[in-house]
């Protein structure tokens, strides 16, 4: 079933209408049954939806609907398999809340597009693993997903024929990025909020490293670190 785009923009009216008519607290009411015009449980996932948003999360919710929308429609054949009406509803409700509780617009960006990826693909929604990825999407900046995209790139190979990388491996490849073998304390800082939120893991130093040497902290790729990179990639319009 197409998605017309007018439908989409009719529901960003809605809020900037109801924005202007209330201050400093705007509350919302999202009684959108029908607006658009998706197969169900997705057409009828934000008509419950009730909330009291600050005016300055208004241009936040609409971003997040506009992503949200734009990256549905590339998805128009694998709307059949979306997940069931209470479930996605309450995901649709989570993205709204820390949508409007997110200051970054790109963080707002990657709320949505996790919410499309996770509610599209052939297996069952995981609402918590959706729930989670999308509250690290909060706190993430873009020069964090800048590093893990980075080390996706140089170590994710592996992980799609294993359980996990071999320190080895692991620890051969990290100079593969772009960081290089250099020693930077942002390299650390980085990598160990990436850590902190099971994404990735600090190597063990080699056994033949002197005390006195300085050596850069190198980390490994986790399969939930490669689980959040393919949540927040774009899908190419060319699957429509």
Known sequence: MPIDDLE?????????????SVSPVTKLMLGVAGLIPLPPPFNKAIQTIKGHLAADSLERVCLLF????????????????????????????????????????????RIALILANATVEAKP???????????IAVE???????????????????????????????????EHGFWGNRVDPEIDS????????????????????NIMADFQNRYVLLKKGSRFASLIHEASSAQR
Do not use: C
């Open 8 to 20: 989409f923009d009719a529901l960003k009216k809605q809020f900037e209408i109801e924005g202007l």
């Open 66 to 109: 506009d992503a949200l929308a734009n990256e549905v429609r590339k998805h128009d054949d694998k709307l059949r398999q979306l997940p069931d009406e209470e479930t996605l509803r309450g995901l649709v409700l989570d993205a709204v809340r820390k949508a409007a509780n997110t200051r970054a617009k790109e963080r707002v960006k």
């Open 125 to 135: 929604t995981d609402a918590d693993e959706t729930e989670e990825m999308m509250r």
């Open 140 to 174: 993430l900046s873009d020069n964090d997903i800048r590093y893990l995209r980075e080390l996706v790139r140089i170590e994710d190979g592996l992980l799609q024929t294993l359980d996990h990388i071999p320190r080895y491996d692991a620890h051969s490849k990290w």
């Open 190 to 209: 980085v990598f160990s909020k990436l850590e902190s939120y099971g994404l990735v893991a600090r190597l063990a130093p080699p056994n033949n490293l």
